[in-house]
T-cell receptor
Framework: DSGVTQTPKHLITATGQRVTLRCSPR?????VYWYQQSLDQGLQFLIQ???????AKGNILERFSAQQFPDLHSELNLSSLELGDSALYFC?????????????FGAGTRLSVL | DQQVKQNSPSLSVQEGRISILNCDYT??????FLWYKKYPAEGPTFLIS?????DKNEDGRFTVFLNKSAKHLSLHIVPSQPGDSAVYFC??????????FGKGTRLHILP
């Protein structure tokens, strides 16, 4: 158990809908990262928050947004869903910034858009 | 533009033999490299890392080698065990920048 909790584990929805994925980081970790893993793709970095502030952005679509709350949990909001958004979404957390800080991953949320 | 490449989607190795997973990168500014392991229905877990100031790091059965001139790193697993069957992701970063992951290599350990 990595200590990172993601809910829900599975989500099935229809095109055009909006969903929210939730992530609780490990106790004490200030930084939260979101990744998308599509079929045959590696882990695509979406966005990073550090202590409530957006720190870095990757290939995140404008239809997607995220935030980190004062209790350090984070939510990833996906709207106007398309079939191509079907993927595994992972959250990771680390104590701090920097390459030496290992990221610990949750088990992921599998999103299926029908 | 893929900055971290794992050119072998899969690899099969006999139990007890050495598994060698390879990774190439294009950005010479990367200064930290990591390997993660992923089982089905679980998130990736950190395995081993290496700083660019080193060329080798060892942790039990796992050794990572870094060849900066060739922009190449490899993960050696000796001896390979059935529980090593998983997807292995190579990753790299520079300073406080985001970590860039490769697409992964699926390792099958054969009995």
């Amino acid at each position: 158990d990595s200590g990172v909790t993601q809910t829900p584990k599975h989500l099935i929805t229809a095109t055009g809908q909006r969903v929210t994925l939730r992530c609780s980081p490990r106790s004490g970790d200030l930084s939260v990262y979101w990744y998308q893993q599509s079929l045959d793709q590696g882990l695509q970095f979406l966005i990073q928050y550090y202590n409530g502030e957006e720190r870095a952005k990757g290939n995140i679509l404008e239809r997607f947004s995220a935030q980190q709350f004062p209790d350090l949990h984070s939510e990833l909001n996906l709207s106007s869903l398309e079939l191509g958004d079907s993927a595994l979404y992972f959250c990771a957390s680390s104590v701090n910034l920097g390459a030496g800080n290992i990221q610990y991953f949750g088990a992921g949320t599998r999103l299926s858009v029908l | 533009d893929q900055q971290v490449k794992q050119n072998s989607p899969s690899l099969s190795v006999q139990e007890g033999r050495i598994s060698i997973l390879n990774c190439d990168y294009t950005n010479s500014m990367f200064d930290y490299f990591l390997w993660y392991k992923k089982y089905p229905a679980e998130g990736p877990t950190f395995l081993i890392s290496i700083s660019s100031i080193k060329d080798k790091n060892e942790d039990g059965r796992f050794t990572v080698f870094l060849n900066k001139s060739a922009k190449h790193l490899s993960l050696h697993i000796v001896p390979s065990q059935p529980g090593d069957s998983a997807v292995y992701f190579c990753a790299a970063s520079r300073g406080n920048d985001k970590i860039i992951f490769g697409k992964g290599t699926r390792l099958h350990i054969l009995p």
